[in-house]
């Protein structure tokens, strides 16, 4: 179904896959806890479905994958021998140097020093948002960081390859799941779980078990990712996470992860939300301004935009449209200014404002093209903001974001 659902709207799949599972509209919105007229004006694209919860909740009452239900494009084409490629990192991911053929030929492990800057450079590609580029640098980056782990299996050398390893599999889950490579993304988050383990480095645990919990967020297990939340932070030392800015970012930004989460869960919890929120609201308080200890975009900055977004899968747009103005993410990464331009844009377009969540859809666009292409909540509001108005650079970005011909 995946090539044609693209060719459908968001309501036409709803409306395919209710009469494929042989339920009527009355049948489903029983299941979804709706009236039967929600249910008919979401399949008559009447009204938008941009909550994360009410997504998934809907995926699984049609027994699909939320990939499907949202029609997501592939990120990344196979073309003229491009390397960016998911079969390029399966391969690195999953093969061990004897069966991996030429990706490990003649391949000699990296220094250890070079692999950290390897390892940094490809999450800067990340957080700027060049996912191309990050797709073609992955499999010999995961090749490296596992042929570092044969080389070095004691000492500080080996403690630092494990490190180096860790954080490599951190990126590449981060990067598959944003592809929508769910199982992919979970094998590389449980290799680097276990090397962050064997390291005995909070910082590195930590953030492995952030990236366990974005993980399973993505798989739509928001009830597993909030417990491994709330044990990841169990484990810790008393008072570890105010040691240093790197523990203050990296216990803030599991926190962040957990509120969205916690938002997301099939009973929305309010109160945990918040006080996930507040925690981190707390580490970045401490740490008193925006940084990027260990690629985490964390402090007050961070804190705002997670709370205008948990606000959105609330259905909060008030709280989320006056929240909107108040955030500001100068000097973050590309990745952290254009998704919170796209939520203010989502709030805007919630709350009427059509002109100003055009301009913020815009603003998104520009700073990562990338990034929007591949994200159905842009390509979505995209798509209902070009029915509201005639304004020709609406219909010029629609024609870019490939949801209109």
Do not use: C
Not at 162 to 190: C, P, Q
């Amino acid at each position: 179904m995946r090539g044609m659902s693209e060719q459908l709207t968001f309501g036409k799949r709803v409306k395919f896959y209710r009469e494929r599972r042989g339920l009527h509209q009355w049948q489903l919105a029983e299941l979804l806890s709706r009236s039967e007229d929600w249910v008919y004006r979401v399949e008559a694209d009447k009204i938008p479905v941009n909550n994360v919860r009410m997504l998934m909740d809907l995926a699984e009452a049609l027994r699909v994958h939320l990939e499907d239900l949202h029609g997501a494009p592939v990120l990344l084409a196979d073309n003229d021998g491009h390397k960016a490629s998911v079969p390029h990192i399966r391969a690195a991911l999953m093969q061990s140097r004897r069966l991996s053929g030429s990706l490990f030929d003649n391949r000699e492990p990296p220094r250890l020093e070079r692999l950290t800057v390897e390892v940094d450079h490809a999450w800067g590609l990340y957080q700027a948002s060049k996912y191309a580029e990050l797709g073609a640098a992955l499999p010999g980056l995961l090749a490296d960081a596992r042929l570092a782990t044969h080389a070095h299996t004691s000492g500080a050398d080996g403690h630092r390859a494990l490190r180096a390893f860790a954080l490599t599999m951190h990126v590449a889950s981060t990067y598959l799941r944003k592809l929508g490579e769910t199982n992919l993304a979970w094998i590389a988050v449980d290799q680097g779980d276990i090397a962050a383990s064997e390291t005995e480095d909070p910082a590195v645990v930590l953030a492995l078990r952030r990236a366990v919990a974005h993980v399973q967020l993505g798989a739509s297990l928001p009830e597993e990712a909030v417990r491994v939340t709330l044990d990841a932070a169990d484990d810790l030392a008393p008072d570890w996470w105010k040691s240093s800015p790197v523990a203050l970012s990296v216990y803030g930004t599991l926190h962040l992860n957990g509120a969205m989460a916690a938002s997301r869960m099939k009973v929305q919890d309010r109160a945990l939300t918040d006080e996930m929120l507040n925690k981190a609201e707390r580490a970045a308080e401490r740490l008193g301004g925006d940084g990027n200890e260990m690629w985490t975009s964390f402090g007050p900055s961070n804190v705002g935009i997670h709370r205008l977004a948990t606000a959105l899968e609330f259905g909060d747009v008030q709280t989320a449209v006056d929240i909107a103005p108040t955030v500001r993410a100068v000097g973050l990464p590309v990745e952290r200014r254009a998704r919170l331009r796209l939520d203010v844009a989502r709030a805007y377009g919630e709350a009427g404002r059509t002109d100003a969540a055009v301009d913020n859809l815009m603003r998104a666009f520009k700073v990562a093209p990338e990034q929007m292409r591949a994200h159905e909540f842009a390509r979505d509001l995209a798509r209902r903001l070009y029915k509201r108005t005639r304004r020709r650079d609406v219909q010029e970005l629609a024609i870019k974001l490939g949801v209109v011909k």
